[in-house]
């Protein structure tokens, strides 16, 4: 069965610095990976995707992640964080029949200047 | 393209009461989901329809909930003789096909406080 994993439910840094969201999952199938990011009071907006076309992933608002088998990762980057950045980000993985996105429990990123 | 749209915003009833939600997913997507998010947790997935079609359920959805999605267009949640464990945040989200690496588009989703 798919799982997802997000270490750390809450990382704070400074405005201007690296962002680094942690997500690990597990599959027992080619995974289909997301980036969701839910500011307050509002549904989930997606940010990247991994569908196999290419391990780096680009997404919006300057986002990115990479994706390593071998560490079951999907790390959401940022290189340089700004005050509007400040959301909680879920990391999720389709479900093996392609009808569910499976979610982890979410991290909260908050942004200081 | 106006997005996911859902009725009402926020909803507070007292225990026992019934209640029902409304979702209009982007149009002529042909997939419609609904999850529940509650407090410091990721949204957790309760059913899809494929047109008017209700095709997978979650062990989540107990009894007291039913969905419906006449004509394929808009869908509704209903909770009958809500309980205080039914307060979270309920999501709709809707793609076009619903293949596996496609998106889902949420809606803001609805706010159920129970009393």
């Known amino acids: 069965a798919q799982s997802v994993t997000q270490l750390g439910s809450h990382v704070s840094v400074s405005e201007g610095a690296l962002v680094l969201l942690r997500c690990n999952y597990s599959?027992?199938?080619?995974?289909?990976l997301f980036w969701y990011v839910q500011y307050p009071n509002q549904g989930l907006q997606l940010l990247l995707k991994y569908t196999s076309a290419a391990t780096l992933v680009k997404g919006i608002n300057g986002f990115e992640a990479e994706f390593k088998k071998s560490e079951t990762s999907f790390h959401l980057t940022k290189p340089s964080a700004h005050m509007s950045d400040a959301a909680e980000y879920f990391c999720a993985v389709m479900n093996q029949a392609g009808t569910a996105l499976i979610f982890g429990k979410g991290t909260t990123l908050s942004v200081s200047s | 393209d106006t997005g996911v749209s859902q009725n009402p915003r926020h909803k507070i009833t007292k225990r026992g009461q019934n209640v029902t939600f409304r979702c209009d997913p982007i149009?002529?997507?042909?997939?419609l989901y609904w999850y529940r998010q509650t407090l410091g947790q990721g949204p957790e997935f309760l059913t899809y329809?494929?047109?008017?079609?209700?095709?997978?359920k979650s062990r989540l959805l107990s009894d007291r909930f039913s969905a419906e999605r006449p004509k394929g267009s808009f869908s509704t949640l209903e909770i009958q003789r809500t309980e205080q464990g039914d307060s979270a945040m309920y999501l709709c989200?809707?793609?076009?096909?619903?293949?596996?690496?496609?998106?889902?588009?949420f809606g803001p989703g609805t706010r159920l406080l129970v009393l």
């Open positions: 149009s002529e997507h042909n997939r």
């Open positions: 989200a809707s793609s076009v096909r619903g293949t596996e690496q496609e998106t889902q588009y």
């Open positions: 599959s027992s199938v080619p995974p289909y």
């Open positions: 329809f494929q047109n008017e079609a209700q095709l997978e």
